[in-house]
């Protein structure tokens, strides 16, 4: 079945630009794996689960990983690459458990996303990846090998003939296997010789290839080489009609989002990108901006361009990838930053005042930001649930249930303190209430002596959430956070080492809530050898926590952390899943 989406039929030479009612229905065409019926219709393929996660500090559970790939089907996402199954045996597992539910599940637009994973050109990486997604309605192996001569010789250790044997037979394999979508990157094509390009891509075109990922694995091309290397692909690969073009962008430049929509232009017809631009060093493409760019601009400049997207649900995305990955999305972000729709000078509140299109490209309301409190209803100490609901449900949260008794707890205990709450307060607590991973430690009580006449103590309690046990432990420190932190690790006694701790306020003033955030590593979880030092790697694990007492708030970031790190443990033994995501991550209170 396919699904009707609204495309602005609005140019920017028309005065309203994005603020124009006029739309034109658009159908997301059927899932055909190496065509689109609707030439205008670009693929959007979101790696955020895969690409996305390779960022350092950015590890995800199981159990976050499956509620990001719900929150992407519900984005509209044609096809989510879910992970790289042979680089662990929690990827294998995590894929499997989102090809099982998320691609197999119809959205009411009768839409279901593909699921891809990623493998090395060789035939243990293909079977695992295979053996993770079949269960996929529509399942892809996406295998890659490198084209550059830089990666041929220095990495690979191979010679071209060597390089396009591997892809050929690799592709004819997967297929072999029964996967009947087969995606083939050259790795570094940004940096390839166009000549060897055509060749490899011819190869394993004939070998069943759907789908001709070009890469930027380095962000080095600048969008006018980029559009030309596509095009230059598109005009001189044999076979290439019988395939999708895709591009995938790295930002090492900041060019990743040009380089993409240049791509686009030149005939690629499937995107490849993460939310928030997160990814391998500077990022990937950010979906946010690729997606709003083609909505806004596709019309008139991209030559009617369109995506599935259902752009509403962008900031709620946005939001959960940044807590679940701990990795923040910077004020001025482009689409989904806090200042993308803060407008602080005069001349243009003037204009905004006047009509919006004079400084505002994209109304809010189309990528899911609504900070009008439409219903007027001010929250302080005598506001009761309902109300509370409604104005979660105006933020973008759809919370019932304990999850909502518990953020309300939370909201009524600031409430006592603070005369109204804002959005940004509500939306605090709520994130350290519902973002969280699989509760195996919560916080009980915390008391701290601190100040200028000694070393500061702290007595913590803590709450063993499968057994129900409560233990408490006292520690001094170097300050009332350090004597908290030390007095948590002679509770749950795993080694660990705190590599970033840091706090901002959430609003203005002295009863305004603190939020933390804290990246950890265990010393005896996952860990790799750094390729250049040789040094061990371990993987590392953030936290985030809010109150309006800042040690409080600094144990809840930190405890949030350790249970991310013990439940990553536990769930490479035997993952265990949830059907509801908001209610799966829920703490369990004392
Ligand atoms: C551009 C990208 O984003 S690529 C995806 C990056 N993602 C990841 O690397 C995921 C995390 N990686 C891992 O967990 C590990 O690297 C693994 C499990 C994939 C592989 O681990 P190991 O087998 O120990 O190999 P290691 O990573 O040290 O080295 C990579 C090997 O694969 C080879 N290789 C690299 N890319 C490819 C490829 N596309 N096809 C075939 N072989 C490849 C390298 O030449 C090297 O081989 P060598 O051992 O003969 O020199
Ligand atoms: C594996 C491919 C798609 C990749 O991530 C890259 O080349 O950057």
Redesign the pocket.
Known sequence: MAAIFMKPASSLSAPTSAYSSTTRKHTRPDYIPNKISDPNYVRVLDTTLR?GE?APGAAMTSEEKLDVARQLAKLGVDIIEAG?P???KDDAETVKLIAKEVGNTVDSDGHVPVICV?A???KNDIDIAWDAVKYAKNPRIGT???TSDIHLKY???KSRDQVCA?AREMVAYARSLGCQDVAFTP?DAGRSDKEFLYQVLGEVIKSGATTINV?D?VGYNLPSEFAKLTSDIKSNTPGIENVVISTHCHNDLGLATANTLAGANAGARQVEVTINGIG?RAGNASLEEVVMAIKCRGNDQLAGLYTGIKTQHIVMTSKKVAEYTGMSVQSNKAIVGANAFAHESGIHQDGMLKFKGTYQIISPEDIGLSRSNESGIVLGRLSGKHALKSRLLELGYELDGKALDDVFLRFKAVAAKKKNLSDGDIEALVSDEVFQPQVIWSVGHVQVTCGTLGLSTATVKLIGVVDGVEHVACSVGTGPVDAAYKAINLITKVPVALLEYSMSSVTEGIDAIASTRVVIHGEDVHS?SDAITGKTVRRTFSGTGAGMDIVVSSVRAYVNALNKMIAFKSVSAAPKVSPDPLNAHKKAKP
Do not use: M, P, W, Y
Request: hydrophobic content about 40%.
């Open positions: 690409d390779q790289f042979a680089s662990s990623v090395r050109c060789n890659f090998i490198a990495k690979l250790n591997i790795e890469a694995t391998e790799s």
